[in-house]
C-alpha cells in the first residue's frame, strides 16, 4: 500500500456523508500511532505535516520516506494520504518534490487574485503527478505553527472563483479556529457554510480547527458537505497530559534503561484514543 491522494478520499467521502480525519503528526513517533488507530477502525486517514514540524523533523523527505516504511514495516492496509498542511508556494513545491500525495497552498493571506494565479499555477503542477490540491479562502484565526492569526470569514464569490480552478478541496473560513476556542466563540457559520458548499459546487470542503468543536456542530457540518476535518491541538493536548501524569507518577524511575523508550508510550496511547475517536465520530471509521 502507498500513499494515495486526498482527492479520492474526499469523493468517497462526500458520496457517503462522513468526513476523513487529518491528523497532524507532532513527531516522528506519532505517525505510526495514527496509522495504528485508522488500522484498528478501518478508516482512510491522512497526515497532516505542517512546514514547522517538517523543518523540525528533518524535512518533507525524511517524512516521506519514514511513513513509506512504516507503511510497509506495519503492514498498513487502510488508505493513508500524506498531505503538507498550510504550506507556502514554495513549501507545496518542495513536498510534491519530496513524494507527499497531498498538499495545501495556504494563500489565504494573499490578495485573492494573487491567491488565483498561484493556486492555478499548482494545480496544474500537481495534477500532473496525480497529487491533490487543497486551498483556503478566508484565513482561520487562531494559533497554528507557532504563530497567531486574526480569522476572516470567507467570500462565497471568491470560494467560487478559487473551486473553478480546479482545486481537489476547499478549506474555508466560517467562524472556525486553530487551538483553543474561547468561551465566548459564537460557533460555527452555519449559513455561511451553506454558502461555501453552494459556490463550490461539486468541492469537497474542508473544517480546519477540529479541536473543540461541539459534537453535534461536528455533525451538522458534515451533513452540509464538510469532507475533511483537520484535528491537531486535541492530539497534542492528550499527548502533553498523558506525559505529565507519567513523571508525576514516578514511572521515569522505574526503567531507567529504557526511560526514552517508554517516556513517550502514555502519551502515543492518548493521541491514539483521541483518534479513534474523532474517526467514530466523523463517520469515517468502518469505511476502508
Ligand atoms: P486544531 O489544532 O485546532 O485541531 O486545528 C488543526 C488544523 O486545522 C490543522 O490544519
Not at 513549501?91 to 513524494?99: K, M, N, S, V
Not at 486553530?178 to 476556542?181: I, L, N, P, S, V
Not at 513523571?247 to 502519551?267: E, N, V, W, Y
Given at each position: 500500500?502507498?500513499?494515495?491522494?486526498?482527492?479520492?478520499?474526499?469523493?468517497?467521502?462526500?458520496?457517503?456523508?462522513?468526513?476523513?480525519?487529518?491528523?497532524?503528526?507532532?513527531?516522528?513517533?506519532?505517525?505510526?500511532v495514527?496509522?495504528?488507530?485508522?488500522?484498528?477502525?478501518?478508516?482512510?486517514?491522512?497526515?497532516?505535516?505542517s512546514?514547522?514540524?517538517?523543518?523540525?523533523?528533518?524535512?518533507?523527505?525524511?517524512?516521506?520516506?519514514?511513513?513509506?516504511?512504516?507503511?510497509?514495516?506495519?503492514?498498513?492496509?487502510?488508505?493513508?494520504?500524506?498531505?503538507?498542511d498550510h504550506?507556502?508556494?514554495?513549501?507545496?513545491?518542495?513536498?510534491?518534490?519530496?513524494?507527499?500525495?497531498?498538499?495545501?497552498?495556504?494563500?489565504s493571506?494573499l490578495?485573492?487574485?494573487e491567491?488565483?494565479?498561484?493556486?492555478r499555477?499548482?494545480?496544474?503542477?500537481?495534477?500532473?503527478?496525480?497529487?491533490?490540491?487543497?486551498?483556503?479562502?478566508?484565513?482561520?484565526?487562531?494559533k497554528?505553527?507557532?504563530?497567531?492569526?486574526?480569522?476572516e470569514?470567507?467570500?462565497?464569490?471568491?470560494?467560487?472563483?478559487?473551486?473553478?480552478?480546479g482545486v481537489?478541496?476547499?478549506?474555508?473560513?466560517?467562524?472556525?479556529m486553530?487551538?483553543?476556542?474561547p468561551?465566548?466563540?459564537?460557533?460555527?457559520?452555519?449559513?455561511?457554510?451553506?454558502?461555501v458548499?453552494?459556490a463550490?459546487?461539486?468541492v469537497?470542503?474542508?473544517?480546519?480547527?477540529?479541536?473543540?468543536?461541539?459534537?453535534?456542530?461536528?455533525?451538522?457540518?458534515?451533513?452540509?458537505?464538510?469532507?475533511?476535518?483537520?484535528?491537531?491541538?486535541?492530539?497534542?493536548?492528550?499527548?502533553?497530559?498523558a506525559?505529565?501524569?507519567f513523571?508525576?507518577?514516578?514511572?521515569?524511575?522505574?526503567?531507567?534503561?529504557?526511560?526514552?523508550?517508554?517516556?513517550?508510550?502514555?502519551?502515543l496511547?492518548?493521541?491514539?484514543?483521541?483518534?479513534?475517536?474523532?474517526?467514530?465520530?466523523?463517520?469515517?471509521?468502518?469505511?476502508?
Open positions: 500500500m502507498s500513499y494515495v491522494s486526498a482527492s479520492a478520499m474526499a469523493k468517497a467521502a462526500k458520496a457517503g456523508h462522513y468526513a476523513v480525519g487529518q491528523f497532524n503528526i507532532n513527531n516522528l513517533e506519532s505517525i505510526r495514527i496509522m495504528a488507530a485508522a488500522e484498528e477502525v478501518r478508516a482512510p486517514v491522512m497526515l497532516g505535516v512546514m514547522g514540524i517538517a523543518r523540525q523533523l528533518g524535512g518533507y523527505k525524511t517524512i516521506a520516506d519514514t511513513v513509506r516504511n512504516v507503511l510497509e514495516y506495519d503492514g498498513v492496509t487502510v488508505p493513508v494520504c500524506l498531505h503538507a504550506s507556502t508556494y514554495d513549501a507545496a513545491l518542495e513536498a510534491l518534490r519530496c513524494g507527499f500525495s497531498s498538499v495545501m497552498f495556504d494563500g493571506r490578495e485573492i487574485e491567491n488565483l494565479r498561484l493556486t499555477q499548482l494545480a496544474a503542477l500537481c495534477h500532473a503527478q496525480g497529487v491533490s490540491l487543497e486551498v483556503e479562502v478566508g484565513p482561520v484565526a487562531g497554528e505553527d507557532g504563530g497567531a492569526a486574526e480569522g470569514l470567507a467570500d462565497p464569490v471568491e470560494c467560487a472563483a478559487m473551486s473553478a480552478l481537489d478541496l476547499l478549506a474555508a473560513s466560517i467562524g472556525n486553530h487551538g483553543a476556542y468561551p465566548d466563540w459564537k460557533g460555527l457559520n452555519f449559513p455561511l457554510l451553506h454558502a458548499r453552494e463550490a459546487g461539486e469537497p470542503l474542508v473544517l480546519h480547527g477540529g479541536s473543540g468543536i461541539p459534537e453535534e456542530s461536528i455533525c451538522r457540518a458534515i451533513e452540509l458537505g464538510v469532507c475533511k476535518i483537520n484535528v491537531n491541538s486535541e492530539c497534542r493536548e492528550a499527548f502533553s497530559e506525559t505529565r501524569r513523571f508525576l507518577d514516578g514511572l521515569d524511575q522505574k526503567d531507567s534503561a529504557h526511560m526514552q523508550l517508554i517516556t513517550l508510550r502514555p502519551g496511547e492518548a493521541v491514539k484514543a483521541v483518534c479513534i475517536e474523532k474517526m467514530r465520530l466523523f463517520g469515517c471509521a468502518g469505511k476502508a
